[in-house]
Each structure stands twice: as structure tokens, then as C-alpha cells.
Nanobody
Framework: VQLQASGGGLVQTGGSLRISCVAS????????IAWFRQAPGKEREGISC????????YYADSVKGRFTISSDNAKNTVHLEMNNLKPDDTAVYYC????????????????WGQGTEVTVSS
């Protein structure tokens, strides 16, 4: 199982960025893919997840209305479109995969990507 996150970068407050997670080595449709983030000095936070099979989506309150998660099943890829970015969104963003749960319980996610860094300047 491999997850490769990409697309991070530096953006100004109010800007947009799309990060992506390419999955390989497992049956994509049997999994939920989630995005977590960890800001400097803070605990890791689950922000969004998608059930690939039935397209159920979840968003944490901190990103609801600004972030959109989607999947491209033909490319085994999950995108996170981030709009109206704020300095508080600055973090390393990780994608993770689980075939045990749809939701944001971190301990159920057995497979993790390497992280992509997002910096929002004020």
C-alpha cells in the first residue's frame, strides 16, 4: 500500500490550493481516504474523508464550506480543494487510507502518505 501526497505550497490568505493523494497497491474502491493535518506545535487534526465506494464525505467544522474532497477513481486519486485559505490552515497535510472505517478516528488508518506542506501567509 502506497499513498503519495502532493500539491502543497505557499499561498496568500484568501487564496486556493489543491492537494492530491495518489494511491496504489490496494483496491481503491474498498477504502476510505482521509486528510489529516498537523500544524507546528499542535496535535494532528482530521479534517476530511471520503468513502470511495459510495462517495460519502465528511468535513471538520474548521474547514467546512471552504474545502472540498473528491475522488478520481480512474486515477486512484483523492483531491482536496482548499479555498479561502487562512494562516491557521498552515500545516503539513497527510492522506491516509483505511478499509476498517469511514470517519476521522486516526487509529483506524493503517496506511499513511508522507505529507505535503501548506503555508498560508498573512
Amino acid at each position: 500500500v502506497q499513498l503519495q501526497a502532493s500539491g502543497g505550497g505557499l499561498v496568500q490568505t484568501g487564496g486556493s490550493l489543491r492537494i492530491s493523494c495518489v494511491a496504489s497497491g490496494f483496491t481503491f474502491e474498498e477504502y476510505a481516504i482521509a486528510w489529516f493535518r498537523q500544524a507546528p506545535g499542535k496535535e494532528r487534526e482530521g479534517i476530511s474523508c471520503i468513502s470511495i465506494r459510495d462517495d460519502k464525505k465528511y468535513y471538520a467544522d474548521s474547514v467546512k464550506g471552504r474545502f472540498t474532497i473528491s475522488s478520481d477513481n480512474a486515477k486512484n486519486t483523492v483531491h482536496l480543494e482548499m479555498n479561502n485559505l487562512k494562516p491557521d490552515d498552515t500545516a503539513v497535510y497527510y492522506c491516509a487510507a483505511s478499509n476498517r472505517i469511514y470517519g476521522m478516528i486516526e487509529s483506524f488508518y493503517d496506511n499513511w502518505g508522507q505529507g505535503t506542506e501548506v503555508t498560508v501567509s498573512s
